[in-house]
């Protein structure tokens, strides 16, 4: 499913239009990154929590040369499955 799948299919279910459909989904993740951004976990209910993970700085290796470099620190948002979705899953 694509961002644009699920802006039809909340139209279609609401019966709205097409644009105030992809308003509120933009909104919902305009929302969801931000409170990433601030450091917060995002926490929905039967689906799942969506955190930051911090990676700390390392030396790394260049696959093609094999020349060590170093890799800066940085953050990658990470989700955990919540019971509800998993249990859905199986």
């Known amino acids: 499913m694509t961002k644009a799948d ?9 019966e709205m239009p097409r644009p105030k459909a992809e308003e ?13 951004k601030n450091g917060e976990k995002v926490n929905i209910s039967g689906f ?4 930051v993970s911090e990676r700390k700085g390392r030396l790394g290796r260049n696959p093609k040369t094999g020349a060590t470099i170093e890799i ?17 899953l199986s």
Do not use: Y
């Open 72 to 88: 800066a620190p940085s953050r990658a948002a990470k989700f955990k499955a919540g019971k509800t979705l998993k249990d859905s």
């Open 24 to 36: 509120l989904v933009n909104g919902l993740f305009d929302h969801l990154v931000n409170a990433l």
């Open 48 to 51: 799942g929590t969506f955190s």
């Open 6 to 14: 699920l802006i039809d299919l909340l139209a279609r279910r609401n």
